[in-house]
């Protein structure tokens, strides 16, 4: 895209001026594209702003079950439990697509240990449970299988 107003924001960035390329973007009404979206999670980013970078406003894609996952596990090592549970949902939410069962497997096995973590013990290991079935009953193709398996077994045996 030759956009003009991309021009400048791209020439902001490359200058180092974030602030500005943030500015300059904030004042466009073009409709969200790829290069809008990517423009501004690096001008986000060089500004400091790290949450920035999630482009919030993005159409849903499936990139955004494995952010879920992640954001999962970041909230869980953080020992925010009503976050974990909010992430985990949403990777489970996301993870319903094609191709996109392992970020929901990710985030049903925070969401299990999440319940244990609130008291429900017996619901946490039912759910824990499930994975393992889905796990190994092929739910999953190998490329998908073994991370997944590893991050399992690493996280919760």
């Known amino acids: 895209m030759a956009d003009p107003d991309l021009i400048q924001v791209r020439a902001a960035l490359d200058a180092g001026d974030f ?19 990517e423009l501004r999670a690096m001008a986000a980013y060089g500004d400091g702003d790290l949450e920035g970078t999630l482009v919030a406003d993005a159409p849903d894609n499936p990139v955004r079950a494995w952010i879920a996952a992640v954001r999962t596990y970041e909230r869980l090592m953080c020992g925010d439990m009503p976050g974990t549970g909010h992430w985990a949902r949403k990777a489970m939410e996301r993870g319903h697509r094609p191709g996109l069962k392992a970020p929901a497997i990710i985030g049903q096995v925070a969401h299990a240990r999440a319940r244990i973590h609130d008291g429900a013990v017996d619901e946490g290991l039912s759910a824990l449970d499930d994975v393992a079935v889905e796990l190994t009953a092929g739910a999953l193709g190998p490329v998908g299988f073994t991370p997944c398996w590893a991050f399992f077994a690493r996280n919760v045996v």
């Open 19 to 37: 602030a500005r390329a943030r500015e300059l973007i904030n004042d466009l009404t073009l409709p969200p594209s790829s290069e809008l979206l």
